[in-house]
C-alpha cells in the first residue's frame, strides 16, 4: 500500500469540572477510537498510540488502522482494507510489531515495520469470529468463535440479550502466528467471548460466558490450553454480576461485581440497569483480584458503578468511567477514595464510542474515546503526579 500520512490535529482545553487540562488528539470530523482497553494502544515506550479510523474511507464507518507520534501528532496509516476492519475485531502485541484483526471472514496479520499482511485464517460463512488476543511468547493467537445465529445487533445493546439464549455453540481457537496450525482447544454449549492470554503464562487464558450479566451463571472461566479443562473464576452466587475482567501487568485476573440485578450496560438514556439499589439490597457492588488458579486475593467495595475499569501497574490505582466523568478510584487502602479526573461526555451509543479509559504503560496519562463533538475523537489526560506508581 501507499503510505498515506495526516497532520497533526491537536487542541486543549481546560475540564470544566476539575480545571485538568484535556489534550484532544484527532478533530478531523471522522470517526476514531482506540484500542479495546484489555490491549492497549500505546507502544511500548508511550511514544506512539494505535488506534482505527475512518478518516480515509469513502464512506463512514469503514475503519482501517492508524498510528500517531504523540508528540508531534503525525498519524501514518497502516492498513488500506476495502471492507474495513470489524470494530473491536483487533489486538497487538505489547511491542506494537505485530498487530492482528478481523476484516470480512479473514483474520490477518500486519508487521508494522514492513506494513506487510498475511491472511492466517479464514471462517466460514455460518460461524462468526472474535476478539482475538496474542500470546505473551507470539506464537499463537487465540479468540472465541461462535455459530451465527439470525439475531439482528446494533447500538445500545440491541440483541444483546437474544444473541445469548439463541447461541447454543462456541469454541475457542488458537491460530499459530504463521498460520500453519489453527485447531480448537475448548467447545461449549454458551456464547464465548471476551478471550485473553494472561501476559505471564502463554498456555494460560481466561473467557467469558457472554451476555447480560445478571443472567449469566458463571461469566469469567480460566483455560489451560495444554490440559484443555477450564475452571471458574471467583464462583459465582445467585446474586453476583460479573463482568469487565482483564488481565493485570503482573498476572492477576480483575474483575467488577455489580451485585444483584445489574445487566452491564450502559445506553444513551445513561441509565445503568439496576434492579434494586444498594439500599434495598444491602449489596455493594465490589471489585476483585484473583491469581491464575481462580482464587480470589483481594476484594474492594467499590459501590460507584463505572462502566469500565483499568488498572496501573501495581494494581493500587484504578481509571473508571462514570455515566459523565473518568475517575480514579486509589484501591491501595482498606476503603477506596475517588477522585474525578475530567468530564468524557460521551452518549454511549456503540461500543465506539465508549471511553474505555486506558493508562498508559508508564501510568503517566490515560487514553479514552468520545464522541462530545459528534463523531468519536481521541483523549489524551495526565494522571496527576501523587496518583502514578
Known sequence: MVVKEFPPEFKEFTDPKTGNIVKQLTSHGSNNYHFYFTDNSFSADD??????????????KVYNLFKM?????????????????????????????VIVYVTGRQLKKLDTSTLETKVLYEGKPDIQLGHPHISADKKYIGMARNEQVPIERGANYRGFKETMYATKKGWITLISMDGSEVFDVYEDTHWLGHFQFSPVNSSLATFCHEGPWNLVHQRIWLLDTRSRSPR???????????????????????????RKGHDGTITINKTQATIQSAEETGQIPFVGLADEKGTLLKKIDLPYYCNHYHSNRDNTLLVGDEVEDLVLIDISREQAEIQTLCTHGTSWNTQQTHCHPTFSWNNEKVLFTSDREGSCNLYLIDIPKRGRS
Open 69 to 97: 507520534k504523540l508528540e508531534s501528532g503525525v498519524m501514518t496509516q497502516l492498513t488500506d482494507e476495502p471492507k474495513g476492519i470489524v470494530p473491536s475485531f483487533h489486538t497487538k502485541t505489547r511491542e506494537s510489531d
Open 47 to 60: 511514544k506512539e498510540i494505535y488506534f482505527l479510523s475512518d478518516r480515509s474511507s469513502e464512506v463512514p
Open 232 to 258: 471458574p473464576v471467583f464462583r459465582q452466587d445467585e446474586d453476583d454480576c460479573i463482568g469487565h475482567e482483564f488481565w493485570t501487568t503482573d498476572g492477576k485476573i480483575f474483575f467488577d461485581n455489580r
